[in-house]
């Protein structure tokens, strides 16, 4: 029965382990300097994307900082770009005042989240602690209000 | 051998054969052609290599269209992620100007007095920017008006069409405000100074896109792709949708004269956002069209298509295996509500974009089955000084980076002279192909971390 129960925590710490890109968690964290009490939001930006879906994740943000109440919070987003001066260009032009950072692969998967995630929340571990999906923003505000309340 | 363990190994090799035997679009694999050795392979010999500048204010992001002057003095590039027109010198890359599609094309939009689309059978008005606050329109859904320059071609030496993909908000009488998309040809020097700005007459039946787009000097007329989303969603019919109009100088609707071909409407692949946008090219009166994931060639001048030749996979079986798919998305479809119009004044629930988000998500055919049944896509045409080279985008698991590209040169009849397959470096990627024509110079557009480099290669 021990050894059962080894082999199961064993194999959770495993998978937990390997679902997560740690390397580029590290980058994140570093960009971010992110403490152990922080959470981290991050946002999937492409400078194609509409002007409609930038101002939702504008209002996402809106909305954690109306209801984080004592909760700390860094946000990030990864922009599809290939390089560091496009990323540049990016702040400049869209006015973004969070962290950046260029993602020049499918960032998305090594966070454990979808292609049709808008915003994922990370603990300060790396754990993808859930994502929140871009075509269901009634949803989206629920999931969040009931994240932030929770102590 | 113990008997359990026989019929165990009996079930599941039935049960293996009977998965080899039912290839489904998502488990297709596509078969590999024999290529003919005899076509004979043409080096392309490194000429020149440019740097083009890059600067704080202009970054190139990436390249929608290209064109360089009758002296060869000036390539003009579009760049869609930027949203500018940007002219270098084409003998050392260095910046001359750029010119960004910015709010003030809003204001021409209006000066130019055409009347805005009457969605929904109600009159429209376009609305002045400094209005928009007496209209509820906000500063953030003023930042959604993004227009771009889509293409650029040189009419002369120092003056140019160039197609612009332009937002606007327009309001009915009792204002209700919505969010508009409409086009326009707008005749600019290098200088960034406007000469004329044509709006591009649309309709539900009539959409022009901007993109592929074709000055013709001889009989002074503009090709440009159009959607018609009216036949195929609202009508429901797949015949003769709409890929190609021709418009007089002053962008005046002269005729449709091209259709989506028959490959794709009997596999119900009615829109062409999924396959890549039509490819144009002209070699001397003649017009070549090309679509995506189609292997063929139309030329419009005889009404005769010619098959791509020697190529290492076909599509055609995609065709076939995509068909069910398609056909049960289309007639789902067709239980989506009727247009309406949300609180920030998008028709967000109109049947065509149901029909496109449906078709992505809900069915799941993802764009890796998508590339599976449809292995070889044509990425451009280019007239070559009066041979038509064909670039094509071949994924295959084999090679290292799990796709390459190919160069076709083929007679305007159809008769495959040679072909070239291209690589990417691992940290350098093609991104765009145009030609010189005074040189004979195949111009290869790469971009690394380091920038963009033009390289200018002659065939041999």
């Known amino acids: 029965m021990k050894i059962k129960t080894f082999f199961l925590v064993y194999t959770i710490i495993v998978c937990n382990l390997l679902s997560m890109d740690n390397s580029l968690f590290d980058k994140l964290k570093s960009r971010t300097e992110l403490n152990q009490d922080e959470l981290l939001f991050v946002t999937y930006l492409n400078p194609m994307t509409c002007a ?13 900082e109306k209801n984080k109440g004592s909760k700390k919070v860094k946000y990030l987003a990864l922009v599809k770009v290939d390089r560091e001066i496009e990323l540049k260009a990016f702040k400049r032009d869209s006015g973004w005042e969070y962290y950046l950072f260029a993602d020049d692969g499918d960032f998305y998967k090594k966070l454990d989240a979808k292609e049709s995630t808008v915003l994922s929340v990370l603990n300060s571990f790396g754990k993808n602690i859930f994502n929140l999906n871009s075509s269901k923003s009634g949803v989206n505000l629920k999931l969040l209000k009931q994240f932030l309340d929770k102590k | ?5 026989k019929i165990i190994v009996f079930i599941l090799s039935l049960t293996l054969l009977s998965n080899k035997c039912n290839v489904t679009y998502e488990n297709y694999k596509p078969n590999r052609q024999e290529l003919d050795k005899n076509v004979p392979p043409k080096e392309m010999k490194l000429i020149e290599e440019v740097t083009l500048e890059e600067t704080e204010e202009l970054v190139l992001h990436d390249i929608l269209m290209s064109d360089i002057n009758n002296s060869c003095s000036i390539l003009a590039v579009t760049d869609e992620t930027n949203r500018t027109l940007n002219f270098y010198n084409y003998e050392n890359g260095k910046i001359l100007n750029f010119i960004k599609a910015d709010l003030w094309l809003v204001d021409s939009i209006i000066a130019s007095g055409i009347k805005p689309y009457n969605h929904f ?7 002045n920017i400094k209005d928009y606050p007496n209209y509820k329109i906000t500063p953030e859904l003023t930042k959604l008006l993004l227009n771009t320059f889509m293409g650029a071609r040189f009419v002369n030496d120092s003056t140019l069409i160039v197609s612009a993909l332009l937002n606007a908000w327009k309001t009915t009488i009792d204002s209700n405000n919505l969010f508009d998309i409409s086009n326009a040809l707008v005749y600019c020097d290098i200088n960034g100074n406007i000469k004329k700005f044509l709006p591009l007459e649309s309709s539900s039946n009539l959409f022009p896109t901007s993109i592929p787009f074709f000055y013709n000097s001889q009989t002074k007329t503009i090709i440009m792709a159009n959607e018609d989303s009216d036949r195929k969603i609202i009508q429901r019919k797949l015949d003769s949708i709409i890929t190609f ?10 005729k449709q004269v091209s259709f989506l071909p028959e490959t794709f409407t009997k596999s ?12 144009l090219c002209f070699i001397k009166d003649s017009c070549f069209i090309s679509y995506g994931i189609d292997l063929t060639i139309y030329n419009l001048n005889n009404e005769k298509r010619f098959q791509l030749k020697n190529l290492p996979f076909k599509n055609d079986s995609g065709f076939l295996l995509i068909k069910e798919p398609m056909k049960e998305m289309y007639e789902n479809s067709s239980k989506v509500a009727a247009p309406t119009i949300n609180d920030s004044g998008f028709a967000y629930q109109s049947k065509i974009s149901k029909f496109y988000i449906s078709r992505v ?22 007239n070559t000084g009066g041979t038509l080279t064909v670039w094509l985008y071949v994924i295959d698991s084999t090679v290292e980076n799990g796709y390459y590209y190919i160069l076709q040169e083929y007679t305007t009849e159809g008769k495959l002279l040679s072909q070239t397959n291209l690589f990417d470096k691992k940290e350098q990627k093609i991104r765009h192909i145009a030609y010189d024509s005074k040189h004979n110079y195949i111009l290869i557009f790469l971009k690394s971390k380091e920038g963009w480099k033009l390289e200018k290669r002659k065939w041999s």
Not at chain 1, 52 to 64: D, P
Not at chain 2, 1 to 5: L, P, S, T, W
Not at chain 2, 245 to 254: E, G, L, P, R, T
Not at chain 2, 268 to 279: G, H, V
């Open chain 1, 52 to 64: 409609k879906c930038y101002i939702g994740v504008e209002e996402l943000i809106a909305f954690i």
């Open chain 2, 1 to 5: 051998m113990n008997k359990k363990i």
């Open chain 2, 121 to 127: 059978n109600k009159t429209y008005k376009y609305l």
């Open chain 2, 245 to 254: 109009s021709i418009y007089d100088s002053v962008a005046h609707f002269i």
């Open chain 2, 268 to 279: 119900f692949l009615n829109n062409l956002e999924f396959s890549k946008i039509p490819q």
């Open chain 2, 361 to 382: 998500s809900k069915n799941k055919i993802t764009r890796k089955i998508y590339d599976n049944l449809f292995p070889v896509k044509i990425a451009n045409m280019i």
